[in-house]
């Protein structure tokens, strides 16, 4: 991460808070000898990650990109499907879709909360529509009971890309359980981390199986066969992956779970004080959180006006130090998915949105400093 200079003054984009507790934990794990994955740390991790999802499995896996895929095969999905896809959001969605030979189509989002719009989706369901994926957009969650009606009348999977979710909330649920299974990533620029790692979480106990099986070569898990006195001799019937997280990852994991509310708060309240501080500028839209869904602030995009430079406002801010990218990206607009059909919703995000540094280490000299630095660069772009 290019934007995590330590030149004194200089404010990251993102940076991830781990400590002496996750270290500690990886030295325990150093010290049982297990660290490859689907260990003890692995299973107490998903036992506890899915208690927090308040659902009843959770598979951890190597990344959510992982996870995805996992979640499609475990619903039969192959070539001559099409899944419906939220447009705006990192391509690792789309990929998913095209590692199992079906193909992605893109539904357009909502400009107020960049999730996907559910009249764009019913408007795509065609006669090879399987499924769809719906993306809880820099960690605010999409529309999911209109998606779930919409899914359950049509007769198709919803999956929830819940990559930058963990801790969101949607009329009182937590991120997870808001779609039958769900998509995490514990990347390092995620809210929780142990560097790379995912997980896929279900209630449904014949997928959370199926995944787990391809997560592992296609074998039952060495958990199962651990402390048995026969000699278990594993039979390969179909081909797996190889998408298991470490048990040291895991490990991490467990500290960083614990963490959450913690780092979630400090978030919000930097969300808190930038909304109050760039309110009265022109120019730019602050990122909103509609009254039933609770957001992780993942990251933080404003929404510049049509008018305004964003070239040239992200090259004053960087040459003050302060970090700052373009918000994610509009899928339909990447080559790789050789696609015609239009979401002007995305495509405008995907020109106009700027994220500022956002992450739980930032000091309030720091928000004050980057909102300041932001106001004068957006008034001077115009
Ligand atoms: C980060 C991200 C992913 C990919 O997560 P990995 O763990 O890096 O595979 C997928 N979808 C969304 C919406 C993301 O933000």
Same mark, same amino acid.
């Given at each position: 991460?290019?934007?995590?200079?330590?030149?004194?003054?200089? !404010?990251? $984009?993102?940076?991830?808070?781990?400590?002496?507790?996750?270290?500690?934990?990886?030295?325990?794990?150093?010290?049982?000898?297990?660290? /490859?994955?689907?260990?003890?740390?692995?299973?107490?991790?998903?036992?506890?990650?899915?208690?927090?999802?308040?659902?009843?499995?959770?598979?951890?896996? /190597?990344?959510?990109?992982?996870? #995805?895929?996992?979640?499609?095969?475990?619903?039969g999905v192959g070539p001559g499907d099409e899944v419906i896809?939220?447009?705006?959001?990192?391509?690792?969605?789309?990929?998913?879709v #095209?590692?199992?030979?079906a193909t992605p189509v893109?539904a357009?989002?909502?400009?107020?909360?960049?999730?996907?719009?559910?009249?764009?989706v019913a408007a795509m369901v065609g006669p090879r529509t399987v499924g769809v @994926?719906?993306?809880?957009?820099?960690?605010?969650?999409?529309?999911?009971?209109?998606?779930?009606?919409l899914t359950?009348r049509c007769g198709l999977f919803? !999956?929830?890309?819940?990559?930058?979710?963990?801790?969101?909330?949607?009329?009182?649920?937590?991120?997870?359980?808001?779609?039958?299974?769900?998509?995490?990533?514990?990347?390092?620029?995620?809210?929780?981390?142990?560097?790379?790692?995912?997980?896929?979480?279900?209630?449904?106990?014949?997928?959370?199986?199926?995944?787990?099986? $391809?997560? %592992?070569?296609?074998?039952?898990?060495?958990?199962?066969?651990?402390?048995?006195?026969?000699?278990? @001799?594993?039979?390969?019937?179909?081909?797996?992956?190889?998408?298991?997280?470490?048990?040291?990852?895991?490990?991490?994991?467990?500290? +960083?779970?614990?963490?959450?509310?913690?780092?979630?708060?400090?978030?919000?309240?930097?969300?808190?004080?930038? %909304?109050?501080?760039?309110?009265?500028?022109?120019?730019?839209?602050? &990122?909103?959180?509609?009254?039933?869904?609770?957001?992780?602030?993942?990251?933080? /995009?404003?929404?510049?006006?049509?008018?305004?430079?964003?070239?040239?406002?992200? %090259?004053? #801010?960087?040459?003050?130090?302060?970090?700052?990218?373009?918000?994610?990206? /509009?899928?339909?607009? +990447?080559?790789?998915?050789? !696609?015609?059909e239009?979401? &002007?919703?995305?495509?405008?995000?995907?020109?106009? +949105?700027?994220? @500022?540094?956002?992450?739980?280490?930032?000091?309030?000299?720091?928000?004050?400093?980057?909102?300041?630095?932001?106001?004068?660069?957006?008034?001077?772009?115009?």
């Amino acid at each position: 991460m290019a934007e995590q200079s330590g030149a004194p003054g200089a !404010v990251s $984009l993102g940076r991830p808070s781990l400590g002496e507790a996750e270290l500690a934990a990886v030295g325990e794990v150093f010290r049982s000898g297990w660290v /490859a994955g689907a260990g003890p740390a692995c299973h107490a991790f998903e036992e506890e990650f899915a208690a927090a999802c308040g659902v009843g499995h959770a598979v951890a896996v /190597a990344n959510c990109t992982a996870a #995805l895929h996992l979640a499609l095969l475990a619903h039969g999905v192959g070539p001559g499907d099409e899944v419906i896809v939220a447009d705006y959001t990192f391509p690792a969605t789309g990929h998913a879709v #095209l590692f199992t030979g079906a193909t992605p189509v893109f539904a357009d989002v909502r400009a107020d909360t960049a999730t996907v719009d559910p009249d764009a989706v019913a408007a795509m369901v065609g006669p090879r529509t399987v499924g769809v @994926i719906a993306v809880d957009a820099a960690g605010l969650p999409a529309d999911y009971a209109d998606l779930g009606e919409l899914t359950a009348r049509c007769g198709l999977f919803l !999956v929830e890309d819940a990559a930058c979710a963990a801790g969101a909330t949607y009329r009182g649920r937590p991120a997870g359980s808001l779609a039958p299974v769900a998509a995490f990533s514990f990347h390092g620029r995620k809210g929780i981390t142990c560097g790379e790692g995912g997980a896929l979480v279900t209630d449904d106990a014949a997928v959370a199986a199926k995944a787990r099986k $391809l997560a %592992a070569f296609g074998l039952e898990s060495a958990w199962a066969r651990e402390g048995r006195t026969d000699l278990p @001799i594993p039979v390969f019937d179909e081909p797996g992956y190889n998408y298991k997280l470490s048990d040291l990852g895991a490990a991490i994991m467990r500290v +960083q779970l614990a963490r959450l509310p913690e780092l979630l708060g400090r978030r919000r309240a930097v969300a808190d004080r930038y %909304a109050a501080l760039l309110a009265d500028v022109d120019g730019l839209v602050p &990122p909103g959180e509609p009254g039933d869904r609770t957001g992780t602030w993942q990251s933080y /995009a404003v929404t510049l006006a049509p008018g305004v430079d964003r070239g040239r406002v992200a %090259a004053m #801010l960087r040459e003050q130090d302060i970090g700052c990218n373009f918000g994610t990206y /509009a899928s339909h607009l +990447q080559p790789v998915y050789g !696609v015609r059909e239009a979401c &002007p919703v995305s495509a405008d995000l995907f020109r106009r +949105q700027l994220a @500022i540094p956002m992450h739980a280490e930032l000091s309030d000299a720091d928000v004050e400093r980057v909102a300041a630095a932001l106001r004068k660069a957006v008034e001077n772009s115009r």
